[in-house]
């Protein structure tokens, strides 16, 4: 490796380790070291960032750590799953998937919001948050700025769903099952629907926590759509209307292992030890990229960005929230 990266690999690693530790102590677990990493990387750069020393190694942890990092992430995806869960989660999948997606494309032409951005804000709303974001980013080679701004976005208004949700569900008087399914299928970190589920009761923490694993799966068919409409959209470029076709361009090499981890996985080819050890490595590496694309992100972008994105996202949130509890109380009544 060339040894000009390893400050900026490294300063990404340390502040990984620093993301990590202060998820272990803050209560709650609310907030997933990730977004402590982007958040801190964020920090660093505006207070000091020797972009001459810094800049290749952070831009090599942003992208090839990062794919490296989803790579490994297929491995904790269990197509099984499925089956435990039954087509009642498919089918409110289904209404919240197109409500993200179809709602967050409309919401992006009215707030004239690039559209990387907007089906970023789409699939963390849609999926898992930043996993999501993270994942779909390096498809459509997404700005380190607009995946930064995608994760805030999704990330505010998971902190106040984590509040707002246990109290909700009391005050309507929710069955543990509603509330599971509910919570499952419209909060978007993982950790965040952990934490208000849980809060709500044992049971509908357990249903919420199978539920979202269920719907962690859409990433797969999501970074394959992006990457097949992304490299249409560039083969449209004057200059690359008449380049051969490839399937590497179609689908980036990442994303064919990535696929190939979670069918290994799902036949039990890879042993849950080690597929338990690989989604260690994977998250940890996925804290590192976000870290440098925290360090990457220069706050003069998200000023000149100003609060579209965040009520994009907040209105999209919403509208799946509502359009989750609905269907929710349509299967189970």
């Known amino acids: ?75 904790s995806l269990n197509f099984s799953i499925i089956l435990e869960v039954g087509s009642q989660t498919l089918l409110v999948l289904l209404f919240t998937l197109f409500t993200a997606f179809g709602g967050g494309h409309v919401l992006g032409k009215i707030f004239k919001i690039n559209w990387k951005l907007s089906n970023m804000i789409a699939a963390g709303t849609a999926i898992c ?87 962690t799966l859409a990433i797969i068919p999501t970074v394959l759509i992006f990457s097949t409409i992304y490299y249409r959209n560039k083969r449209k470029q004057p200059d690359l209307r008449k380049a051969k076709v490839s399937l590497s361009g179609l689908i980036p090499w990442f994303i064919v292992i990535f696929v190939l981890m979670a069918l290994l996985n799902s036949i039990g080819i890879i042993s849950p030890s080690v597929a338990g050890v690989m989604k260690t490595i994977s998250r940890f590496l996925m804290v590192v990229a976000l870290a440098a694309i925290g360090l990457k992100t220069n706050m003069a972008v998200f000023v000149k960005t100003g609060w579209k994105p965040f009520i994009h996202g907040f209105i999209l949130s919403s509208l799946v929230v509502i359009v989750s509890y609905v269907v929710v109380l349509f299967i189970i009544g």
Do not use: C
């Not at 934490?195 to 269920?214: C, I, N, P, R, Y």
């Open 129 to 215: 948050g930043g996993s999501a974001i993270a994942a779909m980013a390096p498809v459509i080679e997404a700005e380190d700025a607009d995946v930064s701004y995608a994760i805030s976005s999704t990330f505010l208004f998971d902190m106040l769903m984590i509040i707002l949700y246990p109290i909700v569900g009391r005050l309507l008087l929710l069955s543990d099952t509603f509330f599971g399914y509910w919570a499952g299928t419209s909060i978007n970190d993982t950790s965040s629907v952990v934490a208000a589920s849980f809060a709500f009761s044992d049971v509908a923490g357990e249903v919420a926590t199978m539920v979202k694993l269920t719907r």
């Open 1 to 75: 490796m060339n040894l000009k990266k390893v400050p900026g690999i490294g300063l990404s690693g340390i502040i990984a380790l620093i993301a990590l530790y202060i998820e272990t102590i803050l209560p709650g677990h609310y907030i997933g070291a990730t977004v402590i990493a982007m958040f801190l990387g964020i920090f660093f750069r505006t207070v000091y960032y020797n972009e001459e020393v810094l800049q290749e190694g952070v831009q090599y942890a942003s992208k090839k750590i990062l794919k490296g990092a989803i790579i490994l992430l297929g491995a």
